[in-house]
C-alpha cells in the first residue's frame, strides 16, 4: 500500500545529476555508438565495480563512465532516459544538475551538451507534462576561475539555465573558495545552490550560507552536528536536498536504518528525499522514499511532509508551488 502512494504522491526532484543517471546498458550503447572503449566487458561487470566506500571512490568511477557522453544526442537520450523514469516514479517536477566541466575539459562543445538537456527536457513536458529546470554545477575540485570561464561559456542560455551548484571532492575545497563566482552568477539573475555538509564539516554548510548566499543545501546531513546550525537552518526555512541511498552508499551512513531523515523533519528541518545519482547508487526517486519509509517508519503524514518540501524549496513560481502542494493535501484528504 505505502508503495503505491510513494508513486502517486506527486513530487520534485531537486538533487540529481544528470551524469549520475547513466545506466550501464545505456553506458554500453553509447560506448558502441561512438566507439569509446570502456573497461568492463559487461553491465553486470559495470554493477559489479559500484562499490564505494567514500564520494571520492564514487566520483571517480562516475568522471570515467560521463566518457561515453559526446554528442548533442546523447545527452538528449541520457536525460529522456531520466524523465522517463522520474515520470513512473511520479516526478512532476526536476531540477537537474549537469557538470559541464566534465565534458568541456574532453572537448565537447558546451552548446552539444546544453542543447541535448533542452530538447530532452522539452519532450519531457510532451510526454508527461513534467517541468524541469537546468543547474549547472561548477566542479570544486577546479579553480574559481575555471568555474569564471564556464560561467562565461553559458552566457547565450543564461535565460535557460536557473541556478548554478557546487559538486564533487567536498573536503579540502570549501565553499568560499567560490565565493566571487557565485556573487556574478547572482548578479546575472541566477539561484544558487552547493552541496555541503555531505562529507565536509557544519562550517561548509555555515560557509555557504554566510559566504555564497544559497538558496538550498545540497546533502546538509552533517548540519546535525551543531545544533546552533540546525535551529538557523530551521528558522531560515532552508531547503536540505537529502539523498539517503546516496548517503548509504558512499557511508555517510553505516546501514539506512542509522538513516536522520526523520530526526531533520523533527528538528523542523525542509528537509527533502532525492536520488543524487541514481544509476550508480541502485535507486529513483520512489526508491529513496521507499528505503527510509521502510527502515525509519515513516508514516504518509511525513511522507506527504516530504513531498510537499519537495515543491516549497523548488525555484518554481509560487503559483506553480501552491497548485502542487495542493494536489498532495487533496491526495491526503482522499487518503483519511
Ligand atoms: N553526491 C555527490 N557529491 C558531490 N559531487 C557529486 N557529483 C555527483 N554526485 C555527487
Ligand atoms: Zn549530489
Request: proline residues 4%; hydrophobic residues 50%.
Amino acid at each position: 500500500m505505502t508503495q503505491d502512494f510513494i508513486a502517486a504522491l506527486p513530487k520534485a526532484e531537486l538533487h540529481l545529476h544528470i551524469e549520475g543517471s547513466l545506466e550501464p546498458e545505456l553506458m554500453f550503447a553509447l560506448a558502441a555508438r561512438n566507439g569509446v572503449a570502456i573497461p568492463y566487458a559487461s553491465v553486470e561487470e559495470v554493477r559489479a565495480a559500484y562499490a564505494f566506500s567514500n564520494l571520492q571512490d564514487f566520483l571517480d568511477i562516475y568522471y570515467a563512465g560521463a566518457d561515453v557522453l559526446r554528442t548533442r544526442a546523447d545527452f538528449h537520450d541520457l536525460a529522456v532516459a531520466y524523465f522517463d523514469r522520474a515520470a513512473a516514479d511520479g516526478v512532476v517536477h526536476a531540477e537537474i544538475m549537469f557538470d559541464p566541466q566534465t565534458h568541456t575539459a574532453r572537448g565537447i562543445p558546451f552548446a552539444e551538451v546544453i542543447e541535448g538537456l533542452l530538447s530532452a527536457m522539452a519532450e519531457a513536458e510532451a510526454r508527461h507534462g513534467m517541468t524541469s529546470a537546468l543547474i549547472m554545477s561548477f566542479l570544486r575540485h577546479l579553480s574559481e576561475e575555471e568555474a569564471f570561464a564556464t560561467l562565461e561559456e553559458a552566457t547565450p542560455w543564461l535565460e535557460r539555465i536557473t541556478a548554478v551548484g557546487l559538486d564533487s571532492s567536498e573536503v579540502g575545497h570549501p565553499p568560499e573558495k567560490f565565493a566571487r563566482v557565485f556573487a556574478a552568477a547572482r548578479g546575472r539573475g541566477l539561484k544558487l545552490v552547493a552541496h555541503a555538509g555531505e562529507e565536509g564539516p557544519p562550517e561548509y554548510v555555515r560557509q555557504a550560507l554566510d559566504v555564497l548566499a544559497v538558496d538550498r543545501i545540497d546533502h546538509g546531513n552533517r548540519s546535525l552536528e551543531d545544533a546552533a546550525l540546525v535551529e538557523r537552518l530551521a528558522r531560515e526555512g532552508m531547503t536540505l536536498t537529502v539523498c539517503p541511498l546516496s548517503n548509504l552508499k558512499l557511508c555517510v551512513v553505516d546501514r539506512i536504518e542509522d538513516h536522520p531523515i526523520d530526526a531533520m523533519l523533527a528538528q523542523g528541518l525542509r528537509a527533502t528525499i532525492n536520488s543524487d545519482d541514481p544509476a550508480y547508487f541502485g535507486g529513483y526517486v520512489a526508491d529513496n522514499y521507499r528505503a527510509v519509509a521502510a527502515a525509519r517508519g515513516l508514516d504518509r503524514h511525513a511522507l506527504a511532509t516530504l513531498a510537499r518540501n519537495s515543491f516549497t524549496g523548488s525555484f518554481l513560481p509560487p503559483d506553480a508551488i501552491a497548485a502542487h502542494v495542493a494536489r498532495v493535501d487533496a491526495m491526503m484528504a482522499a487518503a483519511a
